[in-house]
Each structure stands twice: as C-alpha cells, then as structure tokens.
C-alpha cells in the first residue's frame, strides 16, 4: 500500500455546471486546510467554503470530507464540488497537486485502494467498472447485483464445499492407519455433484451474460431485396443502411446497437446470400454465414413474393448450413402491405407500415430470457475462464474417485479449484492482474 495521497477528477473533463475531485490518503484534510477557508471539519458534512490561493479567490467550493474507514476506498478521504470552469479545474488540481505529499491518481486507483483495504472483493470492484459502463437496464441490474456482492456470495458456497471436501479427505489421511473413514463415498459424490451442477450453470450463464453486458448479437439474414436494410432502418428509426432495388446493395456488415425492453442488441445487417462471381459481394456473403454463427438470434427474411415452397426450400437450405441448437432462429416474412399467403411459423412484417414490429421485438425480448433481478450470470471473461479452469478440476476430482485414487492426489486437484475461485475475488492475485484489471478504470474511480 502506498502513503501518497492521491487525487483526481472524477467528472467527465470539459466544461460543465460542476466539477468534483476527489483526494485519498492519511493527509487529505490538511491538504485541503491548505486552500480553504473554513479550518474546523465535521466528517460526512457537505461543507461550503472558498478556495483560494495565497488569498486569492478560485472557487466557492463544497467539500466533504470522510474519516476511515467510513469513506469509497477506506482511507481518509475529500471530495470539492466546484464550478465546471475549464480554467478553474485547471489551478484547482495545479494547486492540489503542488502539495509535497500528492501526486495524480493512476487509473482505477481509488477502487484498488478499496479493494486492498477490504471494502470489496476483487469481483466486486470490478463490477464498479461494469456499473459505470452499464448502458441498459438489464446491464445495469446485473452489474448492480455482483456490486452488492450476488456473486460473491454463491463463490463463497462454492468454496466452502470445497473445503468441506478437503477436509474429510485430509481428516481420513490423518487417520489412515487406523482405516478409519469419515465420510462415505456416496456422500463425497453427492457434494461433489452439487459442485459440478452449480459451476456449469455459471459457466454457461456466461453466454447470456455477456450478450446482456455488451448486447446481443442479431444477424439480420436473407437473400438479396428480402428486406434486411429497411429492417435495420426500421428498429433504428433512422437511415442507417442503404436501401434500393438493385440486388447485392449491402456488400458488407453494418452493426447497429438499439435498447429494446432494457435489453442492448446488436444488430448486423448482412449481404445477401446467393451465389455470385464478384469477388466483393462472395467476400460479403461469407460474412453473412461468420455472422450467423456468432448471433445468438437469427432472424430471416423472406420476400413475400417468394412461393411458399421455395421459401421453405430456401430455410431448410440455410438450416443445414448453420448450427442452430444454440441460437433462436426467427423466420419473417417480410413485405406483409403485398398481402401474399405466409408461411407457415413466420412472422408477418412490413417495415413500411410497422405491421408486425411489436411482436418481433417481444420474440427479440424473449430470446434474451427473463431472469429474477437476484440473479448471477457470468459477465466477464476472467471469471468465465476462471470458473471453466474449476468445472475442469471437479472432472479430475471425480475421474479420482472413479479410479479410487489416494485421497492426498484427489486433494490436489481440489486445491486447484480453490486456487481459481481466489482469483476471482482477489484472495489470490499479483501485481500484473491487478494492474491489468483496474487500468481498465477511468482515472477519478
């Protein structure tokens, strides 16, 4: 831990009604005694004063200031609201940091200082970042629920498992020569079952979790002048893409993100598919298959015009290619106003008319799935990679009781596991990671 007291701005920088800074360390209040008027401090209380310099006037400020640990990063703290002059941020931080003792805030400085001083855990502080970045109301829900530590909690019973299951292994070691057996196989397995059910729910909550934090992916697919490009432009409410008559118009993806119901998508508008000698639109078309793969909702357009069983034809085509077990695959049938007979299990739309946009953004709602506000999906990458490291550890355990290995090669493993949950929440760390995680931070958090 560093003594330096450190300080930075924590609004956005530009012009604006107001400014905030924010100091940390064992000296903020006679740093801030240094530049302002008012010499006698109530801890917590929002406190009017002037800012001044050799008695000249910078700013009538508001300062708070935050006795540890009762303060973001457990340290002294001082928070000075002052006017959002460019010109008056400017001396504001010049003279702060003329002061021997203080020096500019590196990023994310202000959580890590909280996270080492044990306000948060390492998962904790780094949904402060995905609540800043949050962008939509589901994003924010889920980076709210890991902030009040949601999935600290379940990590926490995942670990004591753990240790439960060491502990009547090591127990049994202890005693080994008495023969003595503590706890049946059946019942070692049944633990371990509840930890391998857990940790593979949280490792395949990663995909939703990840479409909800950075939105989800919808390829928009369809052969050319099926409508695709006024689709885009439809759920956009603006003329994002080009739309015309002439065939292979959308060369490339164009990828738009829209909130709907709460949730971001990601919406990619693709070239259409056909066969075709231009080098450019088979480079495009080739993008449209990558971009199916990676949606997680597909949604394809049929022209209205096109007969119902080369339409079909045309779906079961397009089905073979591409693996949908995981993804909800959303057939429309576009140009609806044109009245031509639908197919079977499409859904009728008109982009022109907006017949049929209601019901396509519940089914685009639907995908995403409801879940409970206390819910834990996993977001991050880290923990996934994490948390995948520990569902394989928990495959060793159990290849070890099948194989009736000694308890002291079984343990290993389930120190493994243990060793990965650590990283998660910080009780396992290195300098690098946590310099990695929380440079990611803007500067005044």
Not at 169 to 183: I, N, P, R, T
Not at 241 to 258: N, Q
Not at 347 to 363: F, K, V
Request: charge should be negative; hydrophobic fraction near 40%.
């Amino acid at each position: 831990m560093t003594t330096d007291t450190i300080v930075a701005l924590a609004t956005p920088a530009g012009k604006g009604a107001i400014a905030l800074f924010r100091l940390s360390g064992h000296d903020v209040l006679t740093v801030l005694q240094s530049f302002v008027s008012v010499k006698q401090w109530e801890p917590r209380k929002a406190t009017y004063t002037k800012f001044v310099n050799h008695q000249q006037l910078i700013d009538e400020v508001v300062a708070t200031y935050y006795v540890a640990p009762h303060s973001y990063t457990g340290e002294d703290m001082v928070e000075i609201s002052c006017h959002g002059s460019t010109y008056i941020q400017q001396q504001i931080l010049q003279l702060l940091l003329s002061f021997p003792t203080v020096r500019m805030a590196e990023p994310g400085e202000f959580t890590q200082r909280a996270f080492l001083n044990g306000k948060f855990d390492l998962a904790q502080a780094e949904a402060v970042a995905d609540l800043i970045d949050s962008h939509s109301e589901s994003s924010h829900r889920l980076a709210v629920n890991q902030l009040r530590g949601g999935f600290s909690k379940e990590l926490a019973q995942i670990r004591n498992q753990f240790v439960e299951l060491t502990s009547l292994l090591e127990l049994e070691l202890d005693f080994s020569e008495e023969e003595v057996e503590f706890a049946n196989r059946d019942q070692l397995m049944s633990l371990l079952d509840t930890l391998e059910t857990r940790t593979r729910q949280l490792v395949n909550s990663f995909r939703t979790g990840n479409a909800i934090k950075n939105g989800v992916p919808v390829a928009i697919i369809g052969k050319p002048n099926a409508g695709k490009s006024t689709l885009l432009n439809a759920l956009l409410h603006d003329d994002r893409a080009i739309v015309s008559p002439i065939a292979g118009t959308t060369r490339d993806t164009i990828e738009e993100t829209i909130t709907l119901n709460g949730t971001l998508f990601r919406f990619i508008d693709t070239a259409g598919l056909r066969h075709s000698d231009d080098t450019i639109e088979t480079a495009g078309v080739d993008r449209s298959y990558q971009a199916m793969q990676k949606a997680q909702v597909i949604l394809y357009l049929i022209d209205s015009s096109t007969p119902q069983q080369e339409a079909e034809q045309e779906i079961a085509s397009t089905l073979a290619s591409v693996d949908t077990n995981d993804k909800k695959f959303i057939v429309i049938r576009t140009k609806s106003d044109l009245h031509i007979p639908p197919i079977s299990n499409a859904l009728l739309l008109s982009a022109q008319t907006g017949e049929g946009m209601d019901t396509l953004i519940q089914s685009l709602t639907q995908s995403v799935g409801n879940y409970a506000i206390d819910t834990t999906l996993l977001t991050n990458v880290r923990h996934y990679e994490a948390m995948t490291h520990i569902l394989e550890s928990i495959g060793h355990i159990r290849e070890g009781f099948d194989q009736q290995q000694p308890a002291d090669l079984i343990i290993v493993d389930i120190r493994d596991a243990l060793y990965h949950l650590g990283t998660i929440t910080g009780q396992v760390s290195t300098d690098e990671v946590l310099n990695t995680i929380f440079s990611r931070f803007c500067i005044g958090k």
